[in-house]
């Protein structure tokens, strides 16, 4: 499960997360199990430690097992938080931007946080110049806010941002 000489924690975190994907236990490699460790590390240590000092794995393989559990509930929740937020700014924009409206154009806000013209220019959802003006009409609709970056603008999608940082 994890107990390496090195101490190195976060190898062993992959290599869970890299098994279960290799069993077809999950689809892509999502679990974020250091969130948990960090939020029950003294706990963490105290297994660590029994099974580095006298060998008692199981209450360290139920430890992160839990934690395999509990991060799969969280993630599951937020995914579907996720897709609910999509469903809700499609319907959003075709309320108040029908003219700009696509799937297309929504799942590129989805896709990262961040959005920039190259992307509609690169899914041929848009020339530079009328990417230019969706981007205007989402900004000033609340749905992105503009940041610039080095000598380029990028269009961060507030809500999944927000989301994703919970």
């Not at 390496?4 to 689809?27: E, H």
């Not at 579907?80 to 999509?86: C, D, G, M, P, S």
């Not at 507030?158 to 989301?163: G, K, R």
Request: with cysteine; hydrophobic share 40%; net charge neutral.
């Amino acid at each position: 499960m994890h107990p390496f000489k090195d101490g190195n924690g976060r190898t062993g975190r992959i290599l869970n997360v890299l098994f279960l994907s290799s069993q077809n236990l999950l689809d892509e490699p999502v679990l974020y199990l250091s969130k948990y460790i960090n939020e029950f590390k003294e706990e963490y240590y105290r297994l660590l430690r029994k099974v580095t000092e006298s060998s008692e794995w199981q209450n360290w393989i139920i430890y992160m097992l839990k934690a395999i559990e509990e991060t799969a509930k969280h993630t599951l929740n937020k995914v579907l938080r996720i897709i609910e937020l999509l469903e809700n700014t499609k319907e959003k924009i075709k309320s108040i931007l029908p003219d700009i409206y696509s799937y297309e154009l929504v799942e590129v806000l989805f896709t990262q946080i961040y959005s920039k013209y190259a992307f509609l220019e690169e899914c041929k959802i848009a020339s530079r110049n009328t990417a230019s003006k969706y981007f205007t009409e989402l900004v000033e609709s609340g749905i992105l806010e503009k940041e610039k970056v080095g000598n380029e603008f990028i269009f961060k999608n507030v809500a999944l941002y927000n989301l994703i940082k919970e």
